[in-house]
């Protein structure tokens, strides 16, 4: 009879830790839910102004890309009697064009000096000699012991192509930022040999005419029988017109993996077509150890009655 009991004692013990484990493996890790705990966070942004004058361009940084026509002119300054506002497109060997910003091109304060920050918005198409092209922000502090400046340079351009993944079977997925201009645009892939892959170029048309926005393309690397390796990815925007902007194409680096055998339907593995989770399997298995441990109870009581 001793025997028996620490037989029960035992599978008892084992129960317990079994149920357990069960319960703990339901509960989140520590910081499962950290995001979500957080509330309520208030930015909070000060700007602090010196004595000295001062100017910076804000809404613009150098060297950045637009594809959108309508941007931001805007600037901090310190202890300014007036600003001067000069956007200048670059049309290369120091020709250049100035647009016309209006009453926004210089700004008197009311109260003299004054620090603060100012802002405008700026159509880059509506002056037809602006439009696509490489230009020149800059901003003039005049101040009552001297003047400074600011000047940044960017790019308003058609079109915009970046890799953001891959599909199931390896083909590159590209996302095409366009301007309002674009109707559609062309797709061409080149391997290391500038060889294209496409035996003509892919005409995407977009989902928005006359609006800017982007739109993601899986490429058919698989389809034409790439081999792997890497390539290069150009886009080029077509106006409504027809017209192709040749002198604006963008690029993109992809790294295809061919596939090693052709696609088959996957009708193989019972298990792997039952939507079947972690707890699911927990659940099962306590299951399956309380029948077992049940088992062996009635076991040990048989042997006990037939001594």
Known sequence: MQISKK?????????????????????????????????????????????????????????????????????????????????????????????????????????????GERAFGFDLDSDPNLGFGDYVLKVVNHAYNGTVEDAVSFKYVPIKITTVGTAENGDPIVEVEYAAKINSFDLQAYDKDDKPLFDNALNISVD??????????????ASYGAASGDYTVSAQGRGADGTIYTGQIAYTDVKYQAPDAPEVPKTGGLLQSLNITKSDYIITGVIVFVLATAFAVRTLKKRNNRR
């Open 7 to 115: 037989h029960l004692f035992g599978i008892g013990g084992l129960v317990a830790v079994a149920a357990t484990v069960a319960y703990a493996s339901t509960l989140p890790a520590p910081d499962a839910d950290a995001t979500g705990s957080v509330s309520g966070q208030v930015k909070v942004s000060v700007n602090v102004y010196g004595e000295n004058p001062e100017v910076r361009i804000t809404t613009i940084k150098d060297g950045d890309v637009f594809v959108d026509g309508n941007i931001d002119i805007g600037a901090i300054y310190t202890v300014a009697e007036s600003l001067d506002y000069q956007l200048c497109k670059n049309y290369g060997e120091a020709n250049e064009y100035c647009a016309n910003l209006g009453t926004n091109g210089t700004y008197t304060p009311e109260t003299i000096p004054e620090s």
């Open 208 to 221: 928005n005419p006359g609006v800017s926005g982007t739109k993601q393309v899986t490429l058919p690397f």
